[in-house]
């Protein structure tokens, strides 16, 4: 399937590699602009931009997503012409107008770290470490105009150990949730899969 992938931070990375290595065809990736780290407050890439640069893949960064945007105007633009199937998401920090959620086939899918309706948001691991659930998982689902809210197309369950802290629960979840995403392309694409409200 020909795909865009939208990410921004470290355990997007671990998706996109997955995709890489999947039969799927990534053909662009949407991230984040550069942003300013450390003491010298220098312009930094974000870990997806870092390695899609390394593989060639061509790098959108728009600020903002909105039509009447400059940016926005470009990326509609761009998508059209790229023609992706779907675009698989993993925290990509943006709010995605319906314009834009319809313009792929199967739409922005994507995968959020936990079982949803359960801990929607932007901190779904560390909601669920502190309100001392015992299992979390990861889902995914297609975007529509809610937050973390959309048909559902795959989950999986994971055991909170006693000692887990929120980066040792993230880094299971980044890697069992990109098998389950490029599952879920796989499914899509074979015409498999049965969403779920």
Not at 19 to 35: F, K, N
Not at 104 to 121: Q, T, V
Not at 131 to 160: N, Y
Request: charged share 20%; proline share 7%.
């Amino acid at each position: 399937m020909r795909i865009v992938f939208a990410g921004t931070p470290e355990p997007a990375v671990v998706a996109l590699e997955k995709l890489l290595a999947s039969e799927h065809e990534v053909v662009a990736v949407i991230t984040r602009p550069d942003a300013r780290r450390g003491r010298g407050r220098s312009l930094h890439p974000s870990p997806v931009k870092e390695l899609a640069q390394s593989h060639g893949i061509e790098v959108l960064t728009p600020a903002t997503l909105k039509a009447d945007s400059a940016d926005g105007k470009e990326v509609r633009e761009r998508l059209r012409e790229l023609n992706p199937a779907a675009i698989p998401v993993v925290a990509y920090g943006n709010l995605i107008p319906q314009d834009l959620l319809d313009l792929p086939e199967h739409g922005w899918i994507n995968l959020h770290f936990s079982l949803l309706p359960a801990w929607r948001g932007a901190a779904p691991v560390q909601a669920a470490i502190a309100a001392g659930d015992d299992i979390t998982g990861a889902t995914t689902f297609r975007i529509d105009e809610g937050l973390d809210t959309g048909p559902v197309l795959g989950t999986l369950s994971a055991a909170i150990e006693a000692g887990d802290t929120s980066d040792d629960l993230l880094t299971r979840l980044a890697y069992a949730g990109a098998d389950l995403l490029v599952a879920t392309l796989d499914g899509l694409e074979a015409g498999a899969l049965v969403p779920q409200e």
